[in-house]
């Protein structure tokens, strides 16, 4: 137990020794989280790892517009079809099963897959889709992205998610959440619902995900934490 002699102190001496350690506990604290943060396998290398994966992701959901380039408002492409082996159809189009393979600046080969996408009337802007899926093969692994549903806006240029979004990787990367808005035009993306996942060194969870393609971030905002979990890193 310390003892601490204040004769010959006066008041000010007093308050004046006690905030110099607060200041001092401060200061100590802060530089703390600061190595805390540097380490290896501490927040800051948790949140390079998101973003490592997220970016990716996020970019291969933007090359579903591949799929549906042929329904964009100033799309140019024609077709030469046999009418002897047209089926005739209510909807003005549907496409069944649709698949482009390509591959990223990187050189990394992607396959994006749509089950369905119907476009009820001329009239109608939005094109249904059913069956969203898409994959990367990267060099650390590969990476998968799904979705059951969602709509192509033609006019608004984007593709609404509706319902879950589940973005699978490698290391057991792993990363859910639902209601996505993708701005095909400014290459961004944002939910409107809270977003989870785990990865090598940890989970993390937020209110909101969003990612801006052409400034390469991922922002996770709204109660947004993160676990490491201890020995993760060896």
Do not use: C
Not at 6 to 29: C, K, M, Y
Not at 127 to 154: C, E, F, N, W
Not at 169 to 184: E, F, K, N, S, W
């Amino acid at each position: 137990r310390a003892r601490l002699d204040l004769a010959g102190w006066d008041e000010t001496d007093i308050f004046a020794h006690s905030e110099d350690e607060a200041v001092s506990r401060q200061a100590d604290r802060e530089r703390a989280q600061k190595r805390g943060w540097a380490v290896p396998g501490g927040r800051f290398d948790a949140v390079i790892r998101i973003a490592k994966i997220a970016l990716p992701a996020m970019g291969v959901l933007l090359l579903f517009a591949l799929l549906l380039a042929p329904l964009a408002k100033d799309s140019e492409v024609s077709f030469i079809l046999d009418k002897e082996e047209v089926d005739q159809a209510d909807e003005r189009l549907r496409v069944e099963k649709a698949r482009y393979r390509g591959e990223d600046n990187k050189g990394q080969p992607f396959e994006i897959v749509a089950d369905r996408a119907i476009q009820e009337t001329s009239a109608e802007q939005v094109v249904q889709i059913r069956g969203m899926s898409a994959a990367l093969m990267m060099d650390s692994g590969d990476l998968r992205v799904t979705a059951p549903r969602g709509r192509y806006d033609i006019e608004g240029e984007e593709i609404l998610i509706d319902g879950p979004l589940q973005v699978r990787g490698p290391d057991g990367y792993r990363l859910d959440t639902r209601d996505v808005r993708i701005d095909l035009d400014t290459r961004t993306l944002e939910s409107r619902a809270g977003v989870e996942g785990a990865m090598r060194l940890g989970r993390f969870e937020a209110g909101r995900l969003e990612a801006d393609l052409d400034a390469r971030t991922v922002t996770l905002s709204g109660g947004a934490r993160l676990k490491i979990e201890q020995g993760a890193v060896r």
